[in-house]
């Protein structure tokens, strides 16, 4: 099982602010196969981006996703009040694994 | 538009037995791949099983090898989830996904308490 390791745990940031979060694999994902969610309290996760690059249907273009191999990153070029949340990696090159998440908090 | 309403969730005993249902409407349910995914109190997600659109092919976690059974009908555009021999650790939000190189659609969710 692929082991993702997402850091740092919390993040604080003020509005406008670039957020670089991480998300490390124990092993190569296969074909870059990897997703970031953006999760809220009491709603579902969003899809922000897959194949560790590709932005989802209606994702802002302030949100890019770089990386492969074992580590990739989800940047959010300046933060916008509704970013503040909790962000997970997911690997589906393998069997499937989520991150166990970074909190981006208003500093 | 892309609905997928989970039901079924609610209080269980441990040992006990649960049928989660995820009513699909706004696309053609067969050709997707659908899973469930949870979210135990004031932890991470986690992927619970998911399952081809024909049917054929299920994958689960280790977590839930054994004890959970996924299935769909795709007349009824309708995925299900047995949960038997529950256990307090199965405490979560369940949440049903439409897979499309990630999952792109999410239900709001259906809890599920395991506790005696």
């Known amino acids: 099982e692929i082991v993702l390791t997402q850091s740092p745990g919390t993040l604080s940031l003020s509005p406008g602010e670039r957020a670089t979060l991480s998300c490390r694999a124990s092993q190569s994902v296969r074909n870059n196969y990897v997703a970031w969610y953006q999760k809220k309290p009491g709603q579902p996760p969003r899809v922000l981006i897959h194949?560790?690059?590709s932005r989802a249907t209606g994702i802002p273009d302030r949100f890019s996703g770089s990386g492969s191999g074992t580590d990739f990153t989800l940047t959010i070029a300046s933060l916008e009040p509704e970013d503040f949340a909790v962000y997970y990696c997911q690997q589906y090159g393998g069997s499937w694994t989520f991150g166990q998440g970074t909190k981006v908090e208003i500093k | 538009q892309v609905q997928l309403v989970e039901s079924g969730g609610g209080l269980v005993k441990p040992g006990g037995s649960l049928r989660l249902s995820c009513v699909t409407s706004g696309f053609t349910f067969s050709v997707y791949y659908m899973g469930w995914i949870r979210q135990a109190p004031g932890k991470g997600l986690e992927w619970v099983s998911y399952?081809?659109?024909?049917?054929?092919?299920?994958y689960y976690a280790d977590s839930v090898k054994g004890r959970f059974t996924i299935s769909r009908d795709n007349a009824k555009k309708s995925l299900y989830l047995q949960m038997n021999s529950l256990r307090a650790e199965d405490t979560a939000v369940y949440y049903c996904g439409r897979w499309n190189t990630a999952f792109d659609y999410w239900g709001q969710g259906s809890l599920v308490t395991v506790s005696s």
């Open positions: 194949a560790a690059s």
């Open positions: 399952i081809s659109g024909d049917g054929g092919a299920m």
